[in-house]
């Protein structure tokens, strides 16, 4: 759903820490002003970090957007975790880094209906590697496609070396719109994309991408999917 004015607005979750950075960026001033100035820097950065922006996705049904702002660290064919409920065909999985100055909330990537959503604690590995995806902290979505019963993607939110919290704002069974807020990590993080067999990828390794805009893939329509298994389970 496009957004309206404001460009930029605070998300609620920064509300508590940026306050929390203010106090003490003051009390810090009463002992020493030059360490007092310093210190409220980081009310900026916190404000800067928690921006959730007015984002625009680009007409067509059958693309793919990025669900974060980041850089491409990995696409590569990979068996998706059986708890995913992806099923057992090897699916084309995006993955995408997000530093701690990037936007960190999360957009759906495409429009669907949400079928299943899992989360599971873990480590907090450094996110650009790999081993990020299968041992640290996760929370991921299936989106199925509207009308299209066998084709779906999954989602995956991940923490990263600086990360300590996933939030995750929608739930199983939500319809869902491209370029729709769904939830936000705190604060280096990690974003996976598994996408169908018949998706066409549209970037490669070390594209900067811009979260519910850029273009990570295309749906084939007239293709079949690669899931068959998925709703079944």
Known sequence: MPCRLPKYKLHRDGIG?????????????????????????????????FRVPCRIPPTGKNLVVSAADGRVVSIKE????????????????????????????NYIPISGRITHVYYKQGHFFNAVKDKASEHNEKNALVIQLHGRENCSIGVVQIAGLVARRIRCDVRCGDAVQTGQYYGLIRFGSRQDIYLPEN?????????????????????VLDEPCADKETIAQ
């Open 78 to 105: 990979v068996r998706p975790p059986p708890e995913f409920c992806l099923g057992d065909v090897p699916r084309m999985r995006i993955s995408v880094f997000l530093n701690i100055f990037d936007v960190h909330v």
């Open 17 to 49: 820490f940026s306050l929390a950075f203010a106090v003490a960026s003051y009390l810090i001033g009463r002992i020493n002003l030059t360490l007092g100035y310093l210190s409220s820097l980081s009310v900026l950065w916190c404000l800067y970090f």
């Open 199 to 219: 998706a066409r990828v549209k970037v490669n390794v070390g594209d900067k991408v811009v979260a519910a805009v850029t273009v990570l893939a295309e749906i």
